[in-house]
């Protein structure tokens, strides 16, 4: 079979180390992809929301599946597209339908979703312009911190979390009167403030069956300590160890079965990943967010504890026939380390040459940020590489994580070395 992965980070580059395991794969094409998935499948210089040049590639190539890794293609409507095509509805697409793919592209429809369902989550009102005053007024009924969510995406940063009430309402104002974060914070969900410790829960479904994969648990703040500004990630481990059976036995049955019984019964067609953001308060768990994709660097973490043949599960995706799989999961740990471009999230520089990464063979060096470019492999965004490593537990796994992480090198390089801390 040939398939055609969409992205070209560090979750692209993990899916494609697993793709070309399976002995079901003739050819794997990545659009764009970057240096690391150049090294083990064919890179196509086609944008994700191009659907035009990606239906020719796909004509032309004899592709049998298309796997869209971010969420922007499936907000956009990718898998829609091939459906409303006589020449490519025959192709499996995994990921959802435009009107799926709103869980994650609308705050508001999956918050409604949520309430619908019985799955717990925050207490939210939305507003607009228009309804300005009753957020103020809303505002004043909680209790800080305030936590302000721009509806549409905002790349990550339109979520706001403040101590301060007059804050707050300068904030709110800011984002539905002066479009902040232009038409993404139109609406904005104010929501209740969750304490608690976060994880991440992923599903793969073909709308009616689901398995769940391996819980993980990401590092987003840029600094030691968990302090410093949001990033994508900068490290993951999996499993979680505060994640018992227990505790996963309340996720499946209060938030995971809701969850595709109310994409059923709300006709939601749905095939793909689903990423269940979660905050485990006391021993149980509430969704803070839904998104329609996997994580990027949990997924470094959690496909390669994955031991079926990946194609096997996409195939029975794309087929409605993911019950006659068992999913077997490693024993081991693995955890990631992120290292990133010295200034990210904020400005950074790209272009430096990477060096030392033939030295590593404890780990799996996957590329996020990387390009070849004249014979040399240099950095091409703010995650460039991510480091996973197996072990008998976390610590075991970070500490070759750790080690493997020095052999190799680029100007500018930082990395938290405190992943795990907290556990
Ligand atoms: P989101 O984009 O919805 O994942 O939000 C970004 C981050 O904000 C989350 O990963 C949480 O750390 C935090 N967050 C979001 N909603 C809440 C909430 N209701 N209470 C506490 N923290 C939250
Ligand atoms: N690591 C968080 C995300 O992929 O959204």
New binding site residues.
Partial sequence: MNILLIGAGGREHTLAWKIVQSPKLSNLYVAPGNAGTALIAQNVNIAGDDFTSIKNFVLDNDVEMVIVGPEDPLVKGIHDFFINDSELAHIGVIGPQKLGATLEGSKQFAKEFMMRHGVPT?AYESFTADTLHKGYTFLESLKPPY?L?ADGLAA?K??L?LNDIEEAKNQLKSMLVDQKFGQASATVVI????DGI?LSCFVLTDGVNYKILPEAKDY?RIGEGDTGLNTGGMGAISPVPFADADFMHKVEERIVKPTINGLKKDNIPYRGFIFI?LIKIGNDPKV??YNVRMGDPETEVVVPRIKNDIVDLLIAVTKGTLNEIDLEIDDRSAATVMSVSGGYPEAYEKGKEITGLDKITESIPFHAGTLNKAGKTVTNGGRVIAITSYGSNYNEALNKSYKSTELFSFEGKYYRKDIGFDL
């Fill in positions: 925050a936590v969510k990550g339109g979520v979390i929501e209740e403030f969750l976060e987003k953001g803070i967010e």
